[in-house]
């Protein structure tokens, strides 16, 4: 367990992630997002540099009432807000021909590290910001996207170490059995 593969950012994320490109609409990104069995993709210019993170946090920070989030973590009961399953559905159609740009995280939320950052401050970052982590290359002003880090990245890494006899390699089946014969 003391295996030294599992340092930094680079031994753990996805390199060459699903993206979007900023003009991209919202509907098609949600359609690409729900087929992958993702949260979160990054957003990417036509020369590949890192614009943003569209995420299912934020749009459904979008999707609630104003009133809900008017005292975020302080109202335990949001029964005095009316608001119906059409009504979230009219502004989700309202948003779905939006290009994603216009709903990505807020700049104060967005992180983003290195392939070298440490794990340590990859974990504080994953729990800082509730999302997926872009892993970018910055070269001046260029910020090149070369992979992403989930949670679930950082569970498959682990689970892999403290499990060294399960499977590792296809995605969703990180603990799977061997088949039959091989060690």
């Not at 392939?115 to 509730?130: A, D, N, Q, R, V």
Request: net charge negative; aromatic share 6%.
């Amino acid at each position: 367990m003391n295996d030294d593969s599992f340092q930094d950012t680079d031994s753990i994320m996805t390199p060459d992630p699903l993206t979007l490109s900023p003009d991209e609409k919202v509907i098609d990104a949600l359609r690409k997002m729900y087929q992958a069995h993702i949260r979160s993709m990054p957003v990417v210019d036509a020369e590949g540099s890192f614009v943003g993170l569209f995420s299912i946090y934020r749009l459904t920070e979008v999707l609630l009432p104003r009133a809900a989030m008017a005292k975020k973590g302080s109202l335990d009961d949001l029964s005095f807000i009316h608001t119906s399953t059409e009504k979230i559905d009219n502004k989700l159609q309202e948003l779905a021909d939006k290009p994603v740009s216009d709903l990505l995280e807020k700049k104060k939320r967005l992180s983003f590290c290195s392939p070298k950052t440490s794990l340590l401050e990859m974990l504080l970052l994953l729990h800082e910001g509730h999302t997926s982590l872009p892993v970018v290359v910055v070269k001046g002003k260029n910020r090149r996207l070369i992979g992403i880090v989930s949670y679930w990245d950082v569970l498959s890494k682990l689970a892999t170490r403290l499990f060294p006899d399960e499977r590792e390699g296809i995605p969703g089946k990180e603990l799977a059995p061997k088949p039959d014969g091989e060690r």
